[in-house]
């Protein structure tokens, strides 16, 4: 039986980032929300599905093939927001800023992998940084004032393939391998 491992490309984040949208979540009611574990925020770049055991050391060194040629670049996050609706909430996102080196970056990777894509999707760069539990958010009788608007700059120096596993009934996101930037 052949073994597969549940892949995606994405950007690690910086302990900085990872402690300060750690901070912005504490005046969230725990009650109505499930929040992302720290170590799993990252930023997707590209999801590669369920690979062959035997095909993971070729996609790694594909992503390395990629960042070898990529110059490193910054993210702009500049809010904190409900997605889908106040009507229908399902998640919180922090949600970026188009950016040309990010858009080229994703474009590279997309090409090197264009057999897995199974629907072309317009991407802005986010981060989810919490589940919502729908019947008691709507439940609360005031809301948390999320930051709409903020603005984060962080430092995209590496690549990193990550795979999706469950581990005791809670997602994981480890990191396989990483790649720098230039």
């Known amino acids: 039986?052949?073994?597969t491992r549940r892949l995606f490309v994405g950007i690690p984040l910086s302990p900085a980032l990872r402690k300060r949208l750690t901070q912005e979540r504490e005046t969230w009611p725990e009650e109505a929300v499930i929040f992302t574990a720290p170590d799993n925020l990252h930023v997707t770049l590209f999801f590669l599905g369920f690979v062959r055991e035997e095909a993971v050391a070729d996609v790694c060194l594909r992503v390395g093939e990629v960042c070898r040629?990529?110059?490193s670049f910054e993210l702009v996050w500049s809010g904190i927001r409900l997605m889908d609706s106040e009507e229908s909430p399902k998640t919180i996102w922090?949600?970026?800023e188009p950016?040309?080196?990010l858009r080229s970056l994703r474009e590279a990777i997309e090409k090197e992998f264009a057999s897995?894509?199974?629907e072309k999707k317009v991407y802005r760069p986010h981060m989810t940084l919490a589940k919502i539990k729908k019947s008691k958010w709507l439940?609360?009788?005031e809301?948390?004032?999320?930051?709409e608007k903020l603005l984060l700059i962080e430092p995209v120096d590496t690549v990193a393939v990550f795979e999706s596993f469950s581990l005791e009934g809670k997602r994981r996101y480890e990191q396989i391998d990483t790649f720098p930037l230039l």
């Open 116 to 118: 897995f894509i199974t």
């Open 1 to 3: 039986m052949n073994k």
């Open 139 to 141: 439940k609360l009788d």
């Open 94 to 96: 922090l949600t970026g």
């Open 143 to 147: 809301k948390p004032k999320l930051r």
């Open 99 to 101: 950016s040309d080196a």
């Open 69 to 71: 040629s990529t110059e």
